[in-house]
């Protein structure tokens, strides 16, 4: 088979290429008839093959449409979900707020109402100690008079007087001796 490979190759290259105006002795009807059988063969069979990678292709591409759509919808509803968070983090932060401003504003008043509290019962302890002092200097004044008084009257007062006082006393008291 070489050898026939190696003649017919030879004897184009002598001869070189050119036209052949008969078409019957170059095969042009054998050739247009081949290709036309392959060309008619291949394209079925090419044609279901390409039939068969465009139904892939359209295939993947509505997958990926509709995975698309899925994702879409799915930020959707996350975007809902983040600002139906938001809201309601934003409601919690004030009333957070609001109940810690109650619980400043009762913390104030429990202060201010123990402050007022401390400050009477001081008062009335001082008044009380004043009260207390007050009769302490009292009973040392009169303690303090009435010893000095003693002391004056036993300096003072002889055996004579004293039982003048008493005869007076007992008179005034309706008695006689």
């Known amino acids: 088979m070489m050898q ?8 184009y290259i002598k001869e070189g290429f050119s036209f052949n105006p008969d ?13 036309s059988g392959l ?5 079925k069979f090419l044609g279901s093959i390409l039939n068969v990678r465009q139904e892939k292709v359209l295939s993947a591409i509505s ?12 930020l959707a509803e996350a975007e809902k979900q983040l600002n139906q968070t938001q809201l309601i983090i934003g409601q919690i932060i004030k009333e957070a707020e609001g109940t810690a ?8 008043a429990q202060g201010k109402s123990d402050i007022e509290r401390l400050t009477i019962a001081g008062k009335a302890s001082i008044s ?6 007050k009769q302490q200097i009292q009973q040392q004044i009169i303690s303090l008079a009435i010893n000095r008084v003693t002391s004056e009257l036993q ?14 006393s007992i008179a005034q008291l309706g008695g006689e001796l």
Do not use: C, G, W
Request: charged letters at 20%; glycine letters at 0%.
């Open 4 to 11: 026939i490979f190696h003649l017919v190759a030879n004897q």
């Open 23 to 35: 078409f019957l002795e170059a095969n042009v009807i054998n050739i247009v008839i081949l290709l």
């Open 39 to 43: 060309i008619y063969v291949l394209r």
């Open 63 to 74: 997958e990926s449409e509709e995975r698309l759509q899925q994702a879409k919808a799915r």
């Open 101 to 108: 401003q109650k619980v400043r504003e009762s913390i104030l």
């Open 128 to 133: 009380t100690a004043e009260y207390q002092v």
């Open 155 to 168: 300096n003072q007062v002889t055996p004579s007087m004293q039982t003048k006082i008493i005869d007076s």
